[in-house]
C-alpha cells in the first residue's frame, strides 16, 4: 500500500523542508454595495431535507510554529505525519479532478463553496480529520448529520459523492474521503477568489460518528469569547486561529434561527444586542420575524458574499456581524479585537493566517497508517 513504501519517508522529507504556503492578493472589497438577490432564491443543491432553506432575503493563544506540520499544541502529539505528496504516485490526478467537479458545482451554485468549506470544520472538530461528518445513519453509526450544528444546516454531500465516484473510478479504493473533504474545503476557497496552500494528505476514514461529540464540540452561534476560545483551544487552537478561521464568513449564509436572538432578545430581556449597527438590524428585523421564517438566510458578509475576502472583518468593525459569534471577537476581548482590526487592514495577513490555520486545523488527529480505512463510499463504512 502507497503509505507503506518506503520512498515515502525521503518524499516527506523533500516535501516537509519545500513547504510553502502560497498567496494570491484580494481585490479591496466594496463593503457598501447592497444584498445580492441571489441569496434569497431558494433552490439549490442542497443536502437531504433541507427544503426549507431560501426563503427570502491543547490550547495555545498563537499561531506560532504553525507552519503545516503539527505546528504545536494538544493535538496528534503535536505532530502530524501528513503530507502534500501523498498521492503523487498512487493517485497523481487527485488535484485535478477535485478541481475540475468543485468548478462545475460551484458555478452552478456559488454556495457550494460555503458548505464545502464549513464541512471541513464541523468534521475535524469531531473525533478530527476523519470524514465522520459524512456518514450517514446505519446499524452502527448514529449520523452527525442530525447533530444541532448540523441539521438543516449542513451540506455539500452530493458533491463530495460527485468527487468520490470520479476519483474511484480513476485511482480504486486509494483516496480518501477525509482527504476528499481537506481539498474540497481548500479548493472551494481558491475558486472563490482566498488563499491557496499546500494541503498535507493521507487521512484515513473513521469506521465511527459521533452525534454527541457533534452537539458538544461544535460552537453555537450565540456563543460568548469565552466559550469559542474554550472550544477551539480543545482542539489545539488557538485565539489567531480563531479568528482567521472565523474569516470563513466571508462567504455563506446563516439562517434565521442562528441569528434571531440578536434581533428580539439578546440577553433575556426582550431587548436586541446592542452592538448591531442600527441600518444593519432593521434590514435583518425585515427578513427574520421575531416567530416563524427559522429557515430564511442571510449572507453572513452581506457586501460580498460569494467572494473570499477580508470584507467579514471590515462589517465586523462597522457593527454588522451576522452571528453573535462573529460580532464578539470585536467586542470582548483585546488580542481579538486586535486580530479583527489587523485583518479588516491587511487582506494578505488574513490569508496568510487563515492558509496555516486551515492546514492546522486539518492535522487535528487524522487517522494514518493502519488505523481506519479508505472508504469506497463515503457514506457508509466498507
Ligand atoms: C468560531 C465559531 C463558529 C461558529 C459559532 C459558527 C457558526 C456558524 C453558523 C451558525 C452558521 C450558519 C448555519 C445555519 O444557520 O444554517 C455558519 C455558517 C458557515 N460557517 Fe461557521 N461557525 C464558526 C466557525 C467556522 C469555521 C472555523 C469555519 C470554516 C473553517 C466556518 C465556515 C462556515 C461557512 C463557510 C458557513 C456558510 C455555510 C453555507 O452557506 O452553507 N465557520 N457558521
Given at each position: 500500500m502507497?503509505?507503506l513504501?518506503?520512498?515515502c519517508?525521503?518524499m516527506?522529507?523533500?516535501?516537509f523542508?519545500?513547504?510553502?504556503?502560497?498567496?494570491?492578493?484580494?481585490?479591496?472589497?466594496?463593503?457598501?454595495s447592497?444584498f445580492?438577490s441571489?441569496?434569497?432564491?431558494?433552490?439549490d443543491?442542497?443536502?437531504e431535507?433541507?427544503?426549507?432553506?431560501?426563503?427570502?432575503?491543547?490550547?495555545?493563544?498563537?499561531?506560532?510554529?504553525?507552519?503545516?506540520?503539527?505546528?504545536g499544541?494538544?493535538?496528534?502529539?503535536?505532530?502530524?505525519?501528513?503530507f502534500?505528496?501523498?498521492?503523487?504516485?498512487?493517485?497523481?490526478q487527485v488535484?485535478?479532478?477535485v478541481?475540475?467537479v468543485l468548478?462545475?458545482?460551484?458555478?452552478?451554485?456559488?454556495?457550494?463553496?460555503?458548505?464545502?468549506?464549513?464541512l471541513?470544520f464541523h468534521?475535524?472538530?469531531v473525533?478530527g480529520?476523519?470524514a465522520?461528518?459524512?456518514l450517514?445513519?446505519?446499524?452502527?453509526?448514529?449520523?452527525?448529520?442530525?447533530?444541532?450544528?448540523?441539521?438543516?444546516?449542513?451540506?455539500?454531500f452530493?458533491v463530495i459523492?460527485?468527487i468520490k465516484?470520479?476519483l474511484?473510478q480513476a485511482?480504486p479504493?486509494?483516496?480518501?474521503?477525509a482527504?476528499?473533504?481537506?481539498?474540497?474545503a481548500?479548493?472551494?476557497?481558491?475558486l472563490?477568489?482566498?488563499?491557496?496552500?499546500?494541503?498535507p494528505?493521507?487521512?484515513?476514514d473513521s469506521?465511527?460518528?459521533?452525534?454527541s461529540?457533534?452537539?458538544?464540540?461544535i460552537?453555537?452561534?450565540?456563543?460568548?469569547?469565552?466559550?469559542?476560545?474554550?472550544?477551539f483551544n480543545?482542539?489545539?487552537l488557538g485565539?489567531?486561529?480563531l479568528?482567521a478561521?472565523?474569516g470563513?464568513?466571508t462567504i455563506?449564509?446563516?439562517?434565521c434561527?442562528?441569528?434571531?436572538?440578536?434581533?428580539?432578545?439578546?440577553n433575556?430581556?426582550d431587548?436586541?444586542?446592542?452592538?448591531?449597527?442600527?441600518?444593519?438590524?432593521?434590514?435583518l428585523?425585515?427578513v427574520?420575524p421575531?416567530?416563524g421564517g427559522d429557515?430564511?438566510?442571510?449572507?453572513?458578509?452581506y457586501s460580498s458574499p460569494?467572494?473570499?475576502?477580508n470584507?467579514y472583518?471590515q462589517?465586523?468593525?462597522?457593527?454588522?456581524?451576522?452571528?453573535n459569534?462573529d460580532?464578539?471577537?470585536l467586542?470582548?476581548?483585546?488580542?481579538?479585537m486586535?486580530?479583527?482590526?489587523s485583518?479588516?487592514e491587511d487582506?494578505?495577513?488574513?490569508?496568510?493566517d487563515?492558509?496555516?490555520?486551515?492546514?492546522?486545523?486539518?492535522?487535528?488527529?487524522p487517522?494514518?497508517?493502519?488505523n481506519?480505512e479508505?472508504?469506497?463510499?463515503?457514506?457508509?463504512?466498507?
Open positions: 502507497a503509505f513504501k518506503p520512498y519517508v525521503f516527506f522529507m523533500v516535501l523542508s519545500s513547504y510553502v504556503i502560497t498567496l494570491s492578493v484580494a481585490d479591496r472589497p466594496n463593503v457598501f447592497k445580492p441571489y441569496w434569497g432564491g431558494g433552490g443543491d442542497s443536502n431535507g433541507n427544503g426549507g432553506f431560501g426563503g427570502g432575503g491543547g490550547g495555545d493563544d498563537s499561531n506560532e510554529g504553525n507552519g503545516g506540520f503539527g505546528g499544541g494538544g493535538y496528534n502529539g503535536g505532530y502530524s505525519s501528513l502534500p505528496g501523498f498521492y503523487e504516485n498512487s493517485c497523481p488535484d485535478d479532478i478541481m475540475s468548478e462545475q458545482a460551484i458555478s452552478r451554485q456559488p454556495r457550494t463553496a460555503a458548505a464545502l468549506l464549513r471541513q468534521d475535524c472538530f473525533q480529520c476523519d465522520s461528518i459524512l450517514d445513519d446505519s446499524s452502527t453509526i448514529a449520523s452527525e448529520k442530525r447533530s444541532n450544528a448540523n441539521r438543516n444546516s449542513i451540506r455539500g452530493e459523492d460527485e465516484s470520479k474511484e485511482c479504493q486509494i483516496v480518501s474521503c482527504d476528499i473533504v481537506a481539498l474540497a481548500r479548493g472551494s476557497v481558491v472563490s477568489g482566498g488563499p491557496n496552500w499546500e494541503v494528505l493521507g487521512r484515513r469506521r465511527t460518528a459521533s452525534l461529540a457533534s452537539n458538544n464540540n460552537p453555537p452561534p450565540n456563543s460568548t469569547l469565552q466559550n469559542l476560545i474554550a472550544l480543545r482542539q489545539g485565539e489567531v486561529d479568528v478561521l472565523s470563513s464568513h455563506g449564509v446563516a439562517r434561527v442562528s441569528f434571531k436572538q440578536r434581533l428580539y432578545n439578546q433575556g430581556n431587548q436586541p444586542d446592542e452592538t448591531l449597527e442600527i441600518n444593519y438590524f432593521n434590514n428585523k425585515s427574520c421575531r416567530s429557515n430564511i438566510i442571510s449572507p453572513l458578509d460569494t467572494k473570499f475576502d470584507a472583518f462589517l465586523i468593525i462597522l457593527g454588522k456581524g451576522l452571528l459569534s460580532q464578539v471577537l467586542t470582548q476581548n483585546t488580542r481579538t486586535e486580530l479583527v482590526q485583518y479588516a487582506a494578505s495577513l488574513f490569508f496568510e487563515f492558509a496555516s490555520s486551515m492546514v492546522k486545523m486539518g492535522n487535528i488527529s487517522l494514518t497508517g493502519y481506519g479508505v472508504r469506497k463510499n463515503c457514506r457508509f463504512i466498507n
